[in-house]
């Protein structure tokens, strides 16, 4: 792994959170116009019975941009009893646990980091809103989130591994620098999760909020170890500050429980 692999890894995780910034206000109903999985199959998605390689993930992403540019409302979508089982399968985390495969050549692990991000990245592009004041794909848009997520904790457990097996090499300062990037990643994916309920908290409805927050509960704690000091720092003080916002009563409840159990 290069120093210019991970500035291009940087990259695209900068332009999501930069994105993030351009959705506002609540959501409204909206129509699921995805067709059936039948459909789905005969437009050439692979089965769903398995996980996907590189390249079929691609295929399929590339079908999809295809059908957002005729009708958004088209793609699969969160719990839909037409689409849901596709969309389950497009954030299905198991897509992302090759990364730390250990069966596997972990040159050949290292080099499929980029091609894995640029997946998640297309996946939540799909789904985030960059104009106007609507944002029509909360649900699907945080699992999209939460599949990044899991890409970007795979990653720094990936960079320990390899910091491990090549032992005092480890010291050197490009190589330093690669393993603190990936692990800045993480953190920075970890923080923009909390600003969900913070920052942007006015583009998703309450009911989605709630959901998220009681999720936080289980999912940051898995994230947490993977963390160094200033970064498990930031995250409290991220946590503390919510506390300070006019939160629902589940949000609320949820965070207090999750500040009590990450200050243990």
Not at 69 to 83: T, V
Not at 193 to 202: A, C, N, P, T, V
Request: hydrophobic fraction near 40%.
């Amino acid at each position: 792994m290069t120093n210019q692999l991970v500035l291009r890894l940087l990259g695209s995780l900068l332009g999501l959170l930069i994105g993030m910034a351009g959705l506002a206000q609540p959501v409204p109903p909206h129509p699921d116009n995805s067709p059936p999985m039948e459909n789905f199959y005969k437009m050439g998605v692979p089965s769903v019975d398995s996980l996907w390689t590189l390249e079929e993930f691609e295929k399929v992403l590339k079908l999809l941009r295809k059908i957002s540019g005729i009708d958004k409302y088209s793609l699969p979508r969160q719990a839909s009893p037409y689409s849901g089982q596709l969309f389950a399968h497009l954030t299905n985390k198991e897509h992302m646990d090759e990364l730390i495969d250990t069966t596997l050549d972990i040159r050949l692990r290292i080099g499929r980091l980029q091609p894995s991000l640029d997946l998640v990245s297309s996946l939540l592009n799909l789904y985030v809103e960059y104009s106007g004041e609507e944002e029509r794909f909360g649900a699907e848009f945080i699992e999209c989130y939460y599949l990044i997520i899991h890409f970007t904790n795979n990653a720094v457990l990936l960079m320990r591994e390899f910091e491990a097996k090549i032992g005092p090499e480890a010291k050197n300062k490009g190589v330093q620098e690669t393993i603190n990037a990936v692990q800045d990643m993480h953190a920075d994916t970890v923080l923009g999760l909390l600003d969900i309920l913070g920052e942007y908290r006015d583009r998703f409805d309450e009911g989605l909020r709630n959901q998220l927050a009681q999720r936080l509960t289980v999912l940051l704690p898995q994230y947490w170890v993977q963390l160094v000091g200033k970064d498990q720092r930031a995250l409290l003080q991220n946590i503390e500050a919510l506390q300070e916002l006019p939160l629902s009563t589940t949000e609320a409840t949820s965070i207090r429980t999750l500040k009590v159990e990450l200050s243990k």
